[in-house]
């Protein structure tokens, strides 16, 4: 669908890369020209998956990272400078999550999904930021979240509030940082049927059926369809496109207000 050359020349850091949408998002960007690096805290996932896309003849590396530690997060951006001599494009996928009901959510509990989805987020923006703005392609950063952070979402009020506070912190940024050639975006997935959190939260549970239904196209969509997403939003295809939150739920989060 996209030229092999869409992302040529341009350097991509993502978080969470080893697994899931993340890598599918790293598979895509390589496959079209990009150097990528891939980051998270099992190191060995990340290698293995940084190994397998060499294999297939593009520029993959790996490093450990936990974004809860801004000073991993700089380390890890850092290196991505230093072995591919560029950062152009910023993928904030990391995250971390669990149901539970709020009366009975520790503090350390809602913390830490704080830590690792909002915090870890801005780390990465904010230590990318020098070279984003160097980028001579123009800077790109994508945060993983949810029309859920928006709506609210009972049982995980930590990544409700995590990921509304993400879709605020790159409007700020789409405003702050546009005068820098930077393009700060969001993208809100619905639920993605082969990703391990929706195995988990929905399938494991029995509830994939009744989960399904509730997006107006009447099924989950394929990781394919966020990784074509974020193709489209690093890319010069969407150069005008700055501040958006790209809703790409199968029409479910609409469906929900409609009801
Ligand atoms: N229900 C209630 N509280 C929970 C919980 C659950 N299912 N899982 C973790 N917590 C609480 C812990 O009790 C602890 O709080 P406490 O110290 O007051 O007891 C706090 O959260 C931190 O838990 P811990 O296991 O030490 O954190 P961690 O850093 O090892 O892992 C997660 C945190 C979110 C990554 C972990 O819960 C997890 O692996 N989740 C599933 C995988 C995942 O999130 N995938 C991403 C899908 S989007």
């Keep these: 669908?996209?030229?092999?050359?869409?992302?040529?020349?341009?350097?991509?850091?993502?978080?969470?890369g080893g697994t899931g949408l993340g890598l599918e998002i790293a598979t895509a960007y390589a496959r079209l020209g990009a150097s990528v690096m891939l980051v998270g805290r099992n190191e060995e996932r990340v290698q293995a998956a940084a190994e397998t896309l060499n294999r297939d003849g593009v520029k993959a590396a790996a490093a450990k990272c936990d974004v809860r530690n801004y000073d991993e997060?700089?380390?890890?951006?850092?290196?991505?400078?230093?072995?591919?001599?560029?950062l152009d494009i910023l993928i904030n996928n990391a995250a971390g999550n669990f149901v539970c009901p709020t009366s009975e959510l520790s503090p350390n509990g809602f913390r830490t999904v704080?830590?690792?989805?909002?915090?870890?987020?801005?780390?990465?923006?904010?230590?990318?930021y020098p070279h984003l703005k160097a980028s001579k392609h123009g800077g790109s950063i994508i945060s993983i979240i949810t029309m859920l952070?928006?709506?609210?979402?009972?049982?995980?009020?930590?990544?409700?509030?995590?990921?509304?506070?993400?879709?605020?912190?790159?409007?700020?940024?789409?405003?702050?940082?546009?005068?820098?050639?930077?393009?700060?975006?969001?993208i809100s997935p619905g639920p993605i049927g082969d990703t391990e959190g929706v195995q988990r939260m929905y399938i494991d549970a029995g509830k994939g059926d009744l989960e399904a239904k509730k997006t107006a196209l009447g099924r989950f969509g394929a990781k394919v369809d966020i990784a074509n997403a974020a193709v489209y939003l690093a890319s010069d295809l969407a150069g005008y496109v700055t501040g958006e939150n790209l809703i790409v739920d199968g029409g479910r989060w609409l469906k929900y207000v409609a009801a």
């Design 149 to 186: 952070g928006v709506t609210g979402w009972p049982g995980a009020a930590h990544a409700a509030s995590a990921k509304g506070g993400i879709l605020s912190l790159s409007r700020t940024l789409a405003v702050e940082w546009g005068g820098d050639g930077i393009r700060v975006n969001t």
């Design 73 to 86: 997060v700089k380390a890890a951006v850092e290196g991505t400078v230093k072995q591919f001599g560029s």
């Design 1 to 16: 669908m996209f030229n092999n050359d869409t992302l040529k020349g341009r350097t991509a850091l993502i978080t969470g």
């Design 114 to 128: 704080i830590d690792i989805d909002l915090n870890g987020t801005f780390y990465g923006c904010h230590a990318a």
